[in-house]
């Protein structure tokens, strides 16, 4: 919202023109209006007016008053020193913050400042502000379909994609967690889109220009041309906003983003979002859970963490592809010396993706070009490690060799501990400048001087206890006790008096303190200048930074993989044309959880066998063996061995899971809603080549309403011929099998006994199961003994019940003129023996 000038800007009292230093707060206010300004003064950053209110209460501030003679308004600061920690708190609560710094030293007038830094949750650059994940920019536009552009400008990606339908588009966006989003007019002008929006992504929504005008203006401005992928007007827009927003916030530095990808979702597996989550990929469902992500999550390398999301969030469905990252898994898990080789010299690397966007924006710090140069001097390590690799591991060792002279210029211009800021001194190299050399010396012949001007003063005047000394105030000065200040020579100058001592000057030292101070002023202006050119031209290097980047975290992945895969004693996964069998396959987030062993299972479909029905008691474990045969078939699409004895799987165009309960409060969905929206996905959305995990489908509604949902959508997934792992309570399903010849029972087995109560076995067999033992696990959740008790009773109840019904349905069915009297008899046998047995009747 823009601010119109002073009174709209400063809530206060009084009609006295403002004090100018809060003219000038209000003019850097309201060139940044959108943002909230935190303006240097001496050691606070402050905050007037409304802004200091606000500010004051976001970040439990004591809120105080800026007063002069005629006026009067709202202050509020925090330390200089403490900038950090509340910028982050702020931006978490989706603030704008806008710095800005003084930029001269303090004098009689009033200090110039200026707005350094402009700091927004997705378009942070600073590592202090930063995860080791990804920090996505994302834009969101339609038009004709919807387009979704996505820039991290700490690391220069830059990708967008277009979509046919907005569940697809939300499905990418969720998997790639911006921070921060804009949204085109048509979007966030709709209320109902914008509700149902900010429901699904609780992130800052951020305006921008979403003109296609400006968009082809932006996108030139910073790619040099507008890419010809960009074949529709959403995506330029998309894209033109993300880079307009972009470089505001950068300050006109995006010289970290060198392209725009394109990407095509249909070129990966479909993920939809409630699979992501279901699966729990990347997020655990409680608290304390574990997640795929932190499994397989052994890399030693930010940008090696990075990477793995990105394969993770699009697996393969080029058979090639899938089987060049096996193999290279296959070679580092065959050979523990390279493997082990490989991770001990990621372990020392920096985060080269970002340190390369940093060089190429001008903004590395010369501790963060060191830590390049540290980075790049392991990748001869690499090279000569992976000699000999061919496939995969041979084109990563391909990657690394293009930069062999940037480290000798690093090593050549900066010290081997460079200071942590430029301008703190102690930077370049001696012998790399001739003229800042020159002042070197110059100045320390002078310090020389100073040095030995102690010992010559204490021989010439004869006062043992003279001492030289510096401080802030009085610079050099010589310093005399009480005793001795008969013997102070003429040519001293007295200039402060203490207790019992004086300190004097003289002219010479004045002179020598001046030309000390000169050239170490001249000498710093010259280093900084000598960094700015030395990082200048490694900014020419940033693409095959970016490449050496990019190979390393390939590298780490696969060692990560391969390193899991030892351990643990997974398998490779052969690729199979229509049909999966896993023998002894264990869930790969509970077992290694888990401190008891775990109990593996296998898994077989094929053409003839393409429908799996699971039955079986709460808490035996049908969750966990529909999740295991889904992230097995997830892992073996990242190339990624598998937790089993034995591994077949297809490449599956996609995985779709419907599991556990959720509502939508917010929304206003129920549970059943909820449940019957991601059912309706699924239905539309599956194809023969596509896995599908449903779990209690339909036990939102009625039990017949459920009964008939549920196997209207088994019948027509059996029809799509979609791999189906259905797992139900409704044991009325299982006669399916008998009618759809894809379809097969299985049960996951437990035991009832009368001392020892249920047992489960968590080992899923072939047939249905008898019952569900849900009295009995209410039993083992702690029910009162009581209400056990009597639900056993009303179970018996309903049971009997329920056979007399069917009795009853049979009854009426029969063909009484075509029953032969033997048969009538037996079929009264037969209804009076499961009479009795339902009912526990004597017989």
């Known amino acids: 919202m823009a601010v119109g000038g002073a009174q709209s800007v400063l809530k206060g009292t009084g009609r006295g023109a403002l004090p100018p230093m809060l003219e000038q707060y209000v003019a850097l206010r309201d060139e940044h209006a959108d943002f909230l300004l935190l303006f240097q003064v001496g050691d606070f950053y402050e905050t007037f007016g409304e802004d200091a209110e606000r500010c004051a209460r976001l970040l439990g501030l004591a809120l105080t008053h800026k007063s002069s003679k005629d006026f009067s308004t709202p202050m509020a600061g925090i330390p200089v020193r403490a900038l950090d920690q509340h910028v982050e708190r702020l931006l978490a609560q989706g603030v704008r913050v806008a710095v800005a710094d003084q930029v001269e030293e303090p004098g009689a007038g009033l200090v110039d400042r200026k707005v350094t830094q402009l700091l927004t949750p997705g378009t942070v650059t600073e590592e202090r502000h930063l995860t080791a994940d990804e920090n996505f920019l994302a834009a969101v536009a339609t038009g004709d379909g919807y387009a979704l552009a996505l820039l991290d400008v700490s690391t220069g990606e830059f990708r967008c994609a277009a979509f046919h339908t907005r569940t697809a588009l939300y499905d990418e966006l969720a998997r790639h967690r911006a921070r921060e989003v804009l949204l085109a007019p048509e979007l966030s002008g709709n209320a109902a889109l914008l509700a149902d929006f900010q429901a699904r992504f609780p992130v800052m929504l951020s305006p921008a220009n979403f003109e296609e005008a400006a968009a082809r203006t932006e996108l030139s401005t910073v790619l040099g041309d507008v890419p010809g992928t960009l074949g529709t007007p959403a995506l330029l827009r998309a894209c033109g906003a993300v880079l307009g927003y972009a470089r505001v916030t950068q300050q006109g530095h995006l010289e970290m983003v060198r392209r725009v990808v394109r990407f095509e979702p249909g070129a990966h597996m479909r993920l939809p979002d409630a699979a992501v989550r279901a699966l729990e990929v990347f997020q655990a469902q409680s608290p304390q859970g574990l997640t795929l992500m932190d499994v397989l999550g052994g890399t030693r390398t930010a940008g090696g963490r990075r990477r793995l999301r990105a394969w993770l969030r699009a697996p393969l469905l080029d058979e090639l592809s899938i089987r060049a990252r096996l193999d290279a898994v296959e070679g580092l898990t065959r050979t523990p010396d390279l493997r082990g080789g490989v991770r001990a010299l990621l372990y020392r690397a920096h985060d080269l993706e970002r340190l390369a966007a940093r060089v190429a924006t001008g903004r590395a710090t010369p501790r963060e070009v060191a830590a390049l ?68 010396a110059e100045s320390l012949g002078h310090r020389a001087w100073m040095a030995d001007l102690e010992t010559r003063e204490r021989q010439r005047t004869g006062i043992g206890s003279l001492k030289v000394g510096f401080n802030n105030v009085f610079g050099y000065y010589l310093e005399v006790t009480g005793p001795h200040l008969g013997k102070v020579p003429a040519d001293y100058r007295q200039i402060a008096t203490l207790k019992d001592r004086a300190r004097f000057t003289r002219p010479d030292l004045r002179e020598r303190e001046r030309e000390i101070a000169r050239l170490d002023a001249a000498a710093a202006r010259l280093e900084t200048e ?38 643990r004693g997974w398998v490779r996964p ?72 034995h591994a077949e799987l297809p490449v599956y165009d996609a995985i779709h899971t419907r599991i556990g309960a ?83 029972n299985l049960h996951v087995a437990a035991e009832e006994d009368e001392r020892q109560g249920l047992t489960f076995y968590h080992q899923v067999i072939p047939g249905a199961a008898r019952q569900s033992y849900g009295v009995e696990v209410a039993r083992l959740a702690g029910l009162p003994a009581p209400v056990v008790a009597r639900a056993g009773k009303l179970l018996t109840a309903l049971n009997t019940q329920g056979d007399d019904r069917k009795l009853v349905r049979e009854l009426a069915a029969l063909d009484l003129g075509r029953l032969t009297p033997m048969q009538a008899l037996e079929l009264l046998h037969a209804w009076q023996r499961e009479l009795r047995e339902g009912a526990e009747l004597p017989a």
């Open 373 to 440: 140069a540290r980075t790049l001097d392991l990748l001869p390590e690499a090279v000569a490690l992976l000699s000999g690799q061919d496939g995969l591991l041979g084109a990563v060792r391909a990657r690394l060799g293009g930069l062999p002279d940037v480290v000798t210029q690093i090593r050549a211009a900066l010290v081997d501990d460079p200071p942590l800021r430029l301008g703190d001194g102690d930077l370049i190299r001696e012998g790399f400048h001739a003229q800042l050399d020159a002042l070197r």
């Open 530 to 567: 000598v960094f700015t050119e030395l990082r200048a031209s490694l900014g020419a290097h940033a693409e095959a930074l970016l490449e050496a980047a990019g190979a390393l975290a390939d590298l780490d992945v696969l060692g990560a993989l391969a390193e899991l895969a030892a351990e």
């Open 662 to 744: 959720s509502d939508d409060l917010a929304g206003g969905r129920s549970t059943f809603m909820v449940e019957m929206n991601e059912l309706a996905a699924i239905l539309h959305g599956a194809t023969r080549r596509s896995l599908v995990i449903l779990d209690e489908v339909g036990r939102g509604t009625s039990t017949l309403d459920g009964l008939a949902i549920a196997q209207a959508a088994l019948e027509h997934l059996h029809t799509t011929g979609a791999h189906t792992l259905f797992a139900t309570h409704y044991f009325e399903l299982t006669r399916l099998e008998n009618d759809l010849p894809g379809l097969v």
């Open 574 to 645: 052969q690729t199979a044309s229509a049909h999966a069998r896993l023998t002894q396959a264990r869930h790969p987030v509970v077992e290694h959880a888990s401190a008891a062993p775990f109990v593996p299972n296998d898994a077989h479909l094929d053409d003839t066998r393409h429908a799996l029905l699971l039955t079986g008691p709460n808490m035996a474990g049908k969750s966990t063996y529909l999740r295991t045969v889904a992230l097995c078939a997830l892992l073996h699409q990242i190339g990624s061995f598998l937790p089993a004895d």
